[in-house]
């Protein structure tokens, strides 16, 4: 029965549950939760992805919007649903998602995530710098989420091939103040919209 359930589960049906979120939940933690559970339950059905991006067996490198929701977010509306299909080493930059709070998964491949924090002297370092405070790898199924402001930079760590990666943004990026730090001269700078 439950594989029943899991199989003829479907990207509609996952965007009404994740707008039920947004309508029955003010708490953001409790909604990154929540929509976590509900990506897990999607990434689980198989096919539906190369279906929606009509993927080829290999390439189809760039990222492509799934869905757009103006009708629900947080802290604002338009939440967004996007798929990346991430080329061999393709990384980014230590970023925050501003004030939104941002949920990765993994269809197929594998991801490394690295989270980032600020230190200060006397929390030991010399000098006020983002520091590295933990990594793990996503593979097919694995989902996580980014609280507002949490810092984090990606890898794609799948050594010949691409990672499929989901991502809902609980507010889209684009329309979001953030930043993007670089931990080699410890500068940082708001990311371009
Ligand atoms: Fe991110």
Same mark, same amino acid.
Not at 102 to 124: C, D, H, M, S
Not at 136 to 145: K, L, N, R, T, W
Not at 166 to 175: A, C, F, I, M, T
């Given at each position: 029965? !439950?594989?029943?359930?899991?199989?003829?589960?479907?990207?509609?049906?996952?965007?009404?549950?994740? @707008? @039920?979120?947004?309508?029955?939940?003010?708490?953001?933690?409790?909604? !990154?939760?929540?929509?976590?559970? &509900?990506?897990?339950?999607?990434?689980?059905?198989?096919? %539906?992805? /190369?279906?929606?991006?009509?993927? #080829?067996?290999? *390439?189809?490198?760039?990222?492509?919007?799934?869905?757009?929701?103006? /009708?629900?977010? +947080?802290?604002?509306?338009?939440? %967004?649903?996007?798929?990346?299909?991430?080329?061999? *080493?393709?990384?980014?930059?230590? +970023?925050?998602?501003?004030?939104?709070w941002?949920? &990765? *998964?993994? &269809?197929?491949?594998?991801?490394?995530?690295?989270?980032?924090?600020?230190?200060?002297? *006397? #929390?030991?370092?010399?000098?006020?710098?983002?520091?590295? +405070?933990?990594?793990?790898?996503? $593979?097919?199924?694995?989902? !996580? &989420?980014f609280m507002p402001g949490e810092? +984090?930079?990606?890898? @794609?760590?799948?050594? $010949?091939?691409?990672?499929?990666?989901?991502?809902? /943004?609980?507010?889209?990026?684009?329309?979001?103040?953030?930043?993007?730090?670089?931990? $080699?001269?410890?500068?940082?700078?708001?990311?371009?919209?």
């Open positions: 029965m !439950a594989q029943t359930q899991v199989a003829s589960y479907t990207m509609e049906a996952f965007v009404e549950d994740v @707008n @039920n979120v947004f309508r029955n939940e003010t708490d953001p933690h409790i909604q !990154a939760k929540t929509v976590t559970a &509900y990506l897990k339950k999607l990434l689980a059905v198989p096919g %539906w992805l /190369e279906e929606k991006l009509e993927l #080829e067996e290999e *390439g189809g490198f760039g990222r492509f919007s799934l869905h757009l929701d103006e /009708e629900a977010g +947080h802290p604002g509306n338009g939440w %967004w649903l996007m798929a990346s299909v991430q080329k061999p *080493g393709q990384d980014n930059l230590p +970023h925050d998602h501003g004030v939104t941002v949920v &990765y *998964g993994v &269809y197929k491949g594998a991801i490394q995530q690295r989270k980032w924090r600020w230190a200060f002297p *006397g #929390e030991g370092v010399d000098k006020a710098q983002i520091v590295e +405070h933990g990594r793990f790898i996503q $593979e097919d199924g694995a989902v !996580a &989420y810092i +984090h930079d990606t890898l @794609n760590v799948q050594e $010949e091939g691409r990672s499929l990666v989901v991502r809902l /943004e609980s507010q889209k990026l684009d329309r979001v103040t953030r930043f993007q730090y670089n931990p $080699e001269d410890g500068s940082m700078k708001v990311m371009d919209r």
